[in-house]
Every structure is written in structure tokens, then in C-alpha cells.
């Protein structure tokens, strides 16, 4: 199944201890980039949460914003020791190498990380909830990404249809191009053979004709249409073949505009472009 690279959750948990909320919001990006925000007393999930990003998410920009808010009333505040001893002797060696520097005041001591910590709540449960937590979201996410993906699907899809209308349509046209290349050959021969001799003048007209045949570009086309088909039903990330797929209609259907010598194949094959302009820039949203 499709699936996009757009989405967004949010999720909560209230407790005795307080609360949860763990938004996760994901943009198309050519890798998978997360990006976290988290209080200070949960830092330490980041591993666990960039591992469950990488193990279930191929590509995107993921955003996760955890916030917590412990109960009223059930939480203090208290010094690291530990952590200020550790500042309190950095600080003197910057003293000792560059005597005019400013020190901080007890404000700004407080105010650095892990100097103050809250106390009050249950840091493991705390931690656990939060797992669980982001394991919801998570699933929730990427249930919004094949929701998206489905309708991605079906769009392109409509594009697919098109791209054959277009196909039978110059297919259709066929004889009243190769008369008109016809009539163009004949046109360049008649000032060819003043010009060339025999031999040169058959392996012109070959040349002549190859160029003007359009029905190679055409099997291409339906190969490629196909092909698009049977990516958009595989299980996994699929975008960049999709990529991939739409280059290859745009070079037949350059090609295609290109060979064009009546009206009505120079309008289908800028259909044909629209079309799949309209396909690549869906695809840029697929994982």
C-alpha cells in the first residue's frame, strides 16, 4: 500500500502524577530527518524514539514534541549537587584562561541543564507512559500516512488513465501522421536527390522514417503506465521508483512532442506533459 510522508497526531495521557501530550507531525524529505523536542527530564527517551522512527518510517521530516506537566501540587524542585560541582569547575577553568569573563549569576546558574531537577513524580513511570505513548502516536501516524497515501493512489491513478486516453488518442491519429510524414519525406527527397547519390539517398529515407516513427515511444508509454501501476500496489517505500518512473514518461513524451507534425499529437503530447507533471509532484509526497 502507498503511503504519503504527511501526516500528523496528537496524543495525551492524564495521571494521578500529571500529564502527557506527544505531538508528531511528518513533512516529505528525501531521508528520514527526525527531530525532537523534549522536556529535560525526558531527554533520555530520545534514543528510544529515534530507533522506533527508524525501524517502522523509511523517509520523511519528523517533528516530535513532548510535553510533560506533572500534577499540581506533586513536584519540588532540587539542586543537582552533582551537576553544579561539575559547572562550578568548569566555570573556574574559563576564569583561569580568560580572567575578564563575565560569570553567570545564580539565575542563570539555575536556568542551565540538569542543575535543577523536578521531584516529586515518578521519573520510570513517567518514562514508561511516555514509551507507550509515543508507540500510540506513532501507530496513529503512520495510519494517517496510508490514509494519505490511498488518496495519493487514486489521484495519480486518475493521471494513469489519462496518460492512455492520450495514447489511444495518438494512436488513432497514427495515419494521419504518417501521411503527413509521409508527405514531408518526399518534401526533403525531392531536395535530397539533387544532392545525393543513390546509396547515401536510400540510408537518408531509412533515417527519415526512423525518425518519424512514433510507435516505439508510444509501447514505451503503456510499459511505463503499467509498471507505475504495479509500484503503486507493493508493500514498502516506493517514491523513489515512482521518481524514477516519471523521468522516463517525461523523456517519451519529449520525445513524443518532439515527432509531433500535426495538431492534434503536438496537443496530446502536451497533455501528456501536464499529466505527468501532475504525477511527479504527488510523488514528491510518497514514501
Known amino acids: 500500500m502507498t503511503h504519503s510522508m504527511t501526516a500528523f ?3 495525551t495521557i492524564e495521571a494521578d502524577w500529571g500529564s502527557l501530550q506527544l505531538e508528531l507531525r511528518s513533512v516529505n524529505q528525501r531521508y528520514l530527518e527526525p527531530h525532537f523536542r523534549l522536556p529535560e527530564a525526558l531527554r533520555d527517551l ?3 524514539f529515534r530507533e522506533a522512527l527508524r525501524n517502522r518510517l523509511a523517509r520523511g521530516k519528523v517533528e516530535c514534541t513532548l510535553r510533560f506537566e506533572p500534577a499540581a501540587g506533586g513536584e519540588s524542585l532540587a539542586v543537582n549537587r552533582t551537576r553544579l560541582a561539575e559547572l562550578a569547575r568548569a566555570l573556574h577553568e574559563v576564569r583561569a584562561e580568560v580572567p575578564d569573563a563575565e560569570m553567570p549569576n545564580a539565575l542563570a546558574l539555575l536556568d542551565h541543564p540538569g542543575v535543577v531537577e523536578s521531584r516529586g513524580a515518578d521519573l520510570e513511570t513517567v518514562q514508561r507512559e511516555a514509551l507507550a505513548l509515543f508507540d ?3 501507530n496513529d501516524l503512520i495510519a494517517g500516512r496510508a490514509r494519505e497515501g490511498k488518496r ?3 489521484l495519480i491513478q486518475s493521471r494513469l488513465d489519462g496518460v492512455r486516453i492520450q495514447v489511444a488518442e495518438v494512436r488513432a491519429l497514427l495515419p494521419s501522421i504518417l501521411e503527413r510524414q509521409r508527405a514531408q519525406l518526399l518534401e526533403r527527397l525531392e531536395t535530397l536527390k539533387a544532392e545525393l ?3 547515401r539517398l536510400e ?3 531509412a533515417l527519415l522514417a526512423q525518425k518519424a516513427d512514433v510507435d516505439e515511444e508510444l509501447d514505451r508509454l503503456e510499459t511505463h503506465v503499467t509498471e507505475v501501476e504495479r509500484q503503486l500496489k507493493q508493500k514498502g517505500p516506493v517514491g523513489r521508483r515512482l521518481d524514477f518512473l516519471m523521468q522516463e514518461l517525461n523523456r517519451e513524451a519529449n520525445t513524443l512532442s518532439s515527432k509531433a507534425v500535426v495538431a492534434e499529437s503536438t496537443r496530446c503530447a502536451v497533455e501528456l506533459k501536464v499529466l505527468i ?3 511527479r509532484e504527488q510523488i514528491q509526497n510518497i514514501e
Request: charged share 30%.
Open 46 to 48: 530520545e534514543p528510544a
Open 136 to 138: 500510540t502516536a506513532l
Open 152 to 154: 495519493l493512489a487514486e
Open 203 to 205: 540510408a537518408e529515407i
Open 197 to 199: 547519390e543513390p546509396q
Open 277 to 279: 507533471e501532475q504525477m
Open 9 to 11: 497526531t496528537r496524543q
